[in-house]
């Protein structure tokens, strides 16, 4: 099977995949500090944006989703069935960012509250990127219904 990825499509993806999951820490963040009055990332004393914790937090969620593109785009070009591996891979990590917060010996709003907030960030990297998946993978044979005027490969 003659495997092909639009990669330009993919990493355009990969890079709005990047800032929703950005946005989603934020928005975490926010919703805990906030309205919950739970610390997630950072001292009390910090507020509801909080320090550098919550830029870094944010940034290192954009990164993720960043590795999460480079191993779909892999699983792509190498492996048959990519996006349903690529969907157990992603529930699998998003699930040790859950496991790993409740693990630890703070206060349990904080534990949950940072679980959750890894629950979002993960799902939405996991979605977003499935969805990028199902329109950058080509193959050599076009079937009618899944091709559009002008396209050579089928999806």
């Not at 590795?67 to 690529?86: E, G, I, N, S």
């Not at 979002?120 to 559009?148: K, N, Y």
Request: charge should be positive.
């Amino acid at each position: 099977m003659n495997r092909q990825v639009k990669a330009g499509t993919l990493w355009a993806g990969g890079a709005a995949s990047a800032c929703v999951a950005a946005l989603v820490a934020v928005v975490g963040i926010l919703v805990a500090r906030s309205l919950v009055g739970v610390a997630v990332l950072a001292p009390e004393g910090e507020g509801a944006w909080g320090g550098a914790d919550t830029v870094t937090y944010a940034l290192g969620s954009a990164a993720v989703a960043v590795l999460a593109t480079a191993l779909l785009h892999v699983l792509l070009l190498t492996t048959p069935r990519a996006r349903l591996f690529f969907g157990w891979i992603g529930a699998l990590v998003t699930a040790i960012g859950i496991v790993v917060p409740l693990s630890l010996s703070v206060d349990l709003g904080a534990r949950l509250a940072t679980a959750l907030i890894n629950l979002a960030i993960g799902f939405s990297i996991v979605v977003t990127l499935l969805g990028v998946a199902r329109v950058v993978a080509l193959s050599g044979e076009a079937r009618p219904h899944d091709t559009w005027p002008g396209q050579p490969y089928s999806l």
